[in-house]
């Protein structure tokens, strides 16, 4: 017998956010209204949205899940090797990463530029915290970072401090935190959202599938603004560069100095008339940052070994 086809009229097309993906469901809610989630699913096996995708989506008229049947232009991917080391990618649309740093354990500043490359590369804004500030001053090469740009906000999740001033900072911004374990992520972002963060898994709405699969990623978001894509794989995200060209480009004030440069593909290294080693000499660029660059450029020459 020939089954009709059961009538599924879209009731209304939407764009919404998507907030959470476990397996092949997803939360979606929608920007203006962040506090209401809905639940859907694709349209085919062919769209793969992540979290913070912006979505084509319809609610079916007597459904309780809409349909997702388009994904929007992303303005970038957090994107990590699986367990296979195939790209996956982790989250889309980041506006901000918020890198923190702290005291103990004790603050490796190229982790920190790497991050911070990562994100111009990403075009997304680089913030970089201090935290648990009540165990030691702000070091100098954590001001450095100020005299180039970027802005820096101390806090300490125990005094309390700091936490009102980077609620303020990352308001209004997709946000992801990163970091070296230990250095307060989880600490910080329960204290921003005034409480421990509900895993969407968790919500007893959640469809039982959601119950059972590991959210890849959340979109937390708060009604004072704060909109976090969280998951221990966005913390523990680590960027890797792959174009040798891209490295001087997530260093600023390298960039800047590197378009004087007699050469245009210069790499900034032996040449022998090069701006960024004179910014070097003169110490407009700190020689603590021209290492981390070399270091980096070190780093995506040896991924691409045959490329270079
Ligand atoms: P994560 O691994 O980056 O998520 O770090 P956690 O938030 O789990 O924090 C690691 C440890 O640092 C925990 O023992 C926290 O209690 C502690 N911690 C977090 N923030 C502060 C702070 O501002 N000051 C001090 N002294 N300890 C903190
Ligand atoms: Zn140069």
């Known amino acids: 017998m020939k089954r009709k086809q059961r009538e599924q009229t879209p009731t209304r097309t939407t764009t919404m956010r998507v907030s959470a993906n476990f397996g092949r469901r997803f939360a979606l809610i929608e920007d203006s209204a962040p ?18 995708d912006r979505v084509e989506a319809n609610a079916l008229e007597g459904e309780k899940d ?39 354990p004790a603050a490796d500043f190229f982790i920190v530029d790497r991050y911070l490359a990562a994100a111009r590369l990403m ?8 935290n648990k500030c009540e165990l030691a001053p702000l070091p100098d090469d954590a001001q450095a970072y100020v005299d180039i740009g970027y ?23 997709r946000s992801i935190f990163v970091g070296q374990s230990g250095v307060g992520k989880s600490s910080l972002i329960n204290a921003i959202c005034r409480a421990p963060i509900q895993r969407i898994g968790e919500i007893s709405t959640a469809s039982e599938e959601g119950k059972h699969t590991t959210v890849a990623a ?25 174009n040798m060209a891209d490295v001087a480009e997530g260093f600023g004030e390298i960039a800047d100095a590197a378009a004087r440069c007699r050469f245009a593909n210069c790499r900034h290294r032996s040449e022998p008339v090069c701006a960024v080693k004179l910014a070097v000499a003169d110490g407009c660029i700190s020689e603590r940052r021209y290492a981390s660059y070399l270091r980096l450029a070190q780093l995506t020459r040896q991924l691409n070994t045959g490329r270079y």
């Open 35 to 52: 506090g209401v989630a809905v639940q859907a699913r694709t349209m085919g096996k062919r769209l793969r949205p992540v979290t913070g």
């Open 66 to 104: 809409w349909v997702i049947t388009q994904i929007l232009d992303r303005d970038n991917t957090l994107v990590r090797p699986d367990a296979r080391g195939r790209p996956e990618t982790l989250a889309a649309n980041v506006e901000l990463i918020v890198v923190v740093a702290c005291p103990a």
């Open 123 to 130: 075009r997304a804004a680089g913030l970089l915290v201090w």
């Open 151 to 173: 802005p820096l906000v101390q806090t300490s999740t125990k005094t309390p401090s700091g936490i009102d001033a980077l609620r303020d900072a990352i308001s209004g911004k």
């Open 218 to 242: 959340q979109l937390v978001t708060t009604p004072d603004g704060v909109a976090l894509i969280d998951s221990p794989g966005v913390r523990d995200y680590a960027p890797s560069i792959t």
